[in-house]
């Protein structure tokens, strides 16, 4: 079982949905989680983190990280045609874990159409 | 503007070719990070910097080389032992590598393995 799974997608959505990202973890070492996107060709670019468990809101964008079922989410309202890009999860330990680098999940493609 | 550069953006070798990929950042970071990206993949880490003159190895190190010599600048060598070069690469810094430090990332470097 790898430590982070992601699916990755491409997940076709309509201008205006409201999109569910999502992903797994084995380790319960993680402790700060974080939402990259990334455009074609480009560097990944943070989105959200969040610290342990917990939800954190910023505009259109919703992250939620439930530490019980090492489960993470992404959600995305009133999605835009800009919003098409590849989200990548990322995680990490925390002091106890000597603060591990970064193990990231495979991407998610995700496409809104006008 | 604060930043990180990564030059050059496309680079082409002839296999049994070292290569070296640039990465200079000017945000005062201390710690620095080279990535690789294949298709369909999320990030793998190669080797770290978290202080001028130190660096550690990543998951995938074989095959690659680096030195930081000065803060700025973290360059990464894909030397003829890597055995599939072709991928995209990114370099990263933080402000340091413990507690929670956003990871900034450059432009990447795309080499092609001819």
């Known amino acids: 079982q790898k430590e982070v799974e992601q699916d990755p997608g491409p997940l076709s959505v309509p201008e205006g949905a409201i999109v569910s990202l999502n992903c797994t973890y084995s380790?319960?070492?993680?402790?700060?989680f974080m939402w990259y996107r990334q455009y074609s060709r480009k560097g990944p670019e943070l989105l959200m983190y969040?610290?342990?468990?917990g939800n954190k809101e910023d505009g259109r964008f919703t992250a939620q990280v439930d530490k019980s079922s090492k489960y993470i989410s992404l959600f995305i309202r009133d999605s835009q045609p800009s919003d098409s890009a590849t989200y990548l999860c990322?995680?990490?330990?925390?002091?106890?874990?000597?603060?591990?680098?970064?193990?990231f999940g495979k991407g998610t493609m995700l496409l809104v159409s006008p | 503007d604060g930043g990180i550069t990564q030059s050059p953006k496309y680079l082409f070798r002839k296999e049994g070719q070292n290569v070296t990929l640039s990465c200079e950042q000017n945000?005062?970071?201390?710690?620095m990070y080279w990535y690789r990206q294949d298709p369909g993949q999320g990030l793998r880490l190669i080797y770290y910097?978290?202080?001028?003159?130190?660096?550690q190895k990543g998951d995938i190190a074989e095959g690659y080389s680096v030195s930081r010599e000065k803060k700025e600048s973290f360059p990464l060598t894909v030397t003829s032992a890597q055995k599939n070069p072709t991928a995209f690469y990114l370099c990263?810094?933080?402000?340091?590598?413990?507690?929670?430090?956003?990871?900034?990332f450059g432009p990447g470097t795309r080499l092609t393995v001819l």
């Open positions: 990263a810094s933080s402000k340091t590598s413990g507690s929670y430090n956003e990871q900034f």
């Open positions: 380790n319960s070492a993680f402790q700060y």
């Open positions: 969040t610290y342990s468990s």
């Open positions: 990322a995680m990490r330990g925390g002091r106890d874990s000597g603060y591990s680098t970064l193990t």
């Open positions: 945000l005062n970071h201390d710690a």
């Open positions: 910097s978290q202080i001028v003159n130190d660096f």
